[in-house]
C-alpha cells in the first residue's frame, strides 16, 4: 500500500521560507515524479512542481523563481522549499506521485495546511 | 483564475445522470489525451477518478465515465448515489510549463 505523509511548520512568517518534507512508504522513490500540489482554502488545485528521483526538476513558471525542490532516495522523501512567501501562499499543500506514462497523480498524501501570518 | 474552466455547480437527482464539462485550450485538453479527473471530500485528499480520458483505475465505480472532444473533457456520472456529493475537479497535461493544469472544481449536489 503506497502511502505519502508531508512534514513541516504549520505557520510560517511571512518573507520567510516554507518548507515541507514528503515521506514515501509502500514504493520507491526511484522511479514516478514526485509533485508538489496546493489548494487556496475554499479554492482549486494548482501544480507546484515535481521531481524525478534523479533530481532532475520542473516547475510551474508562476512559482519557479520561489520554489526549490529536493529528493533524498536514502530516506525514501523529497522536499519543497518556497521563499519569500506571502498570505497568497496559505494553503493546503499536497504530496503527489505522477505516473509517467498517463501523466495522472495516482497517490496523494492527507495535505498540510501552511497559514503564512506574522 | 484557472487554466481549465468547469462550471462551479451541478446537482442531479439520485439515479439520474449528471456531466460535468471541463474546458481548456489546443494547448492542453485539445493536443493531449491525458486529462485526469479527481474527487475531493471535505477535508480529504483527491482521489483518481478517470485517467486518459476515459479510463478507471481499478476500484474505481464503472458509473464514472469520462469523454473528450476538441478542447473539451467531460466527466459523467450515472446512476447517481448519495455518496457522490462533493467537489470534482479535472486535470490536463499541457506539455510546457506549467506541465499540469487543474480546473477551478465543481460541487456536485445530489437532490
Known amino acids: 500500500q503506497v502511502q505519502l505523509q508531508e512534514s513541516g511548520p504549520g505557520l510560517v512568517k511571512p518573507s520567510e521560507t516554507l518548507s515541507l518534507t514528503c515521506t514515501v512508504s509502500g514504493a520507491s522513490i526511484t522511479s514516478y515524479y514526485w509533485n508538489w500540489i496546493r489548494q487556496p482554502p475554499g479554492q482549486g488545485l494548482e501544480w507546484i512542481g515535481y521531481?524525478?528521483?534523479?533530481?532532475?526538476?520542473n516547475y510551474n513558471p508562476s512559482l519557479k523563481s520561489r520554489v526549490t525542490m529536493s529528493v533524498d532516495t536514502s530516506k525514501n522523501q523529497f522536499s519543497l522549499k518556497l521563499s519569500s512567501v506571502t498570505a497568497a501562499d496559505t494553503a493546503v499543500y499536497y504530496c503527489?506521485?505522477?505516473?509517467?506514462?498517463?501523466?495522472?497523480?495516482?497517490?496523494w498524501g492527507q495535505g498540510t495546511l501552511v497559514t503564512v501570518s506574522s | 483564475q484557472s487554466a481549465l474552466t468547469q462550471p462551479a455547480s451541478v446537482s442531479g437527482s439520485p439515479g439520474q445522470s449528471i456531466t460535468i464539462s471541463c474546458t481548456g485550450t489546443?494547448?492542453?485538453?485539445?493536443?493531449?489525451?491525458?486529462v485526469s479527473w479527481y474527487q475531493q471530500h471535505p477535508g480529504k485528499a483527491p482521489k483518481l477518478m478517470i485517467y486518459e480520458v476515459s479510463k478507471r483505475p481499478s476500484g474505481v465505480s464503472n458509473r464514472f465515465s469520462g469523454s473528450k472532444s476538441d478542447n473539451t473533457a467531460s466527466l459523467t456520472i450515472s446512476g447517481l448515489q448519495a455518496e457522490d456529493e462533493t467537489d470534482y475537479y479535472c486535470c490536463s497535461y499541457a506539455g510546457s510549463s506549467p506541465n499540469w493544469v487543474f480546473g477551478g472544481g465543481t460541487k456536485l449536489t445530489v437532490l
Open positions: 521531481i524525478y528521483y534523479s533530481g532532475g526538476t
Open positions: 503527489a506521485r505522477g505516473r509517467p506514462a498517463d501523466r495522472s497523480f495516482d497517490y
Open positions: 489546443s494547448n492542453d485538453v485539445g493536443d493531449y489525451n491525458l
